[in-house]
């Protein structure tokens, strides 16, 4: 099983193989989303940005190509590692897909475990090539030295408040629930009422300036996400 539990968004247009894929996934512990199309993946992607995408490159609509693309384009998922999957073969072809952006390249057909491993591999890279400094927007955090950044200018945060911030910079665009929130900033043990959150929450916006405080929004009934 896979201990990381990182989230993995399947685009494919074949639903006998979106499935295929989805289920070998989760049988490796990772949480999975999918989308049969490219539009049904930009509102996947709209709701949370996901650890990996893997994005088959034929499908109706907008082709596999666009939207990764789109997905460099866009501040939210431009780090997003991304998997492309097709039946194209050609060197032309791979240079292309990783042209636009693609870290890795898997052509059809293709065994299960080479799928997994350049899953393992890809998500491998991606975390440790972002150091002790995530940056979102005009935030940057360097979690080593325990300093955050807006906009260049030093700002002072508590214990409580930097592990929040740090939750949600790690995930931009994920919607967190507040009992998520508290599970991961107070821990499971502690018995913390969930209005804690809000006040936390109020009191990190404060900290960080109007312009970068526009970044932590609210999800009306269910929590926040940075971005």
Not at 46 to 73: F, K, N, Q, T
Not at 133 to 145: C, D, F, K, L, Q
Not at 212 to 224: K, N
């Amino acid at each position: 099983m896979a201990s990381s539990g990182a989230q993995i968004l399947v685009v494919e247009d074949e639903a006998a193989q979106r499935e295929v894929i989805a289920y070998n996934l989760r049988k490796e512990g990772y949480d999975v989303r999918t989308a049969q199309d490219g539009d049904e993946a930009e509102l996947e992607l709209a709701e949370e940005v996901p650890d990996l995408i893997l994005l088959d490159w034929m499908m109706p609509g907008a082709s596999g190509l666009e939207l990764a693309r789109r997905i460099r384009a866009r501040s939210q998922t431009r780090e997003t590692p991304v998997i492309m999957l097709t039946a194209r073969g050609e060197e032309e072809d791979v240079i292309r897909g990783l042209d636009v952006g693609a870290d890795d390249y898997i052509t059809k057909p293709y065994s299960v475990s080479e799928l997994l491993a350049r899953v393992r591999s890809t998500l491998r890279r991606s975390k440790s090539g972002g150091g002790d400094t995530i940056r979102v927007g005009g935030i940057e955090m360097n979690v080593e030295a325990h300093r955050v950044h807006v906009s260049g200018e030093e700002v002072a945060l508590g214990p409580l408040e930097f592990k929040l911030l740090r939750t949600l910079m790690e995930r931009p665009g994920r919607v967190f629930e507040r009992d998520q929130l508290l599970d991961k900033v107070w821990g499971r043990s502690v018995y913390v009422d969930s209005r804690t959150v809000d006040v936390h929450v109020g009191r990190l916006r404060k900290s960080l300036g109007a312009e970068a405080a526009d970044l932590i929004r609210t999800v009306r009934g269910r929590g926040y996400a940075l971005g």
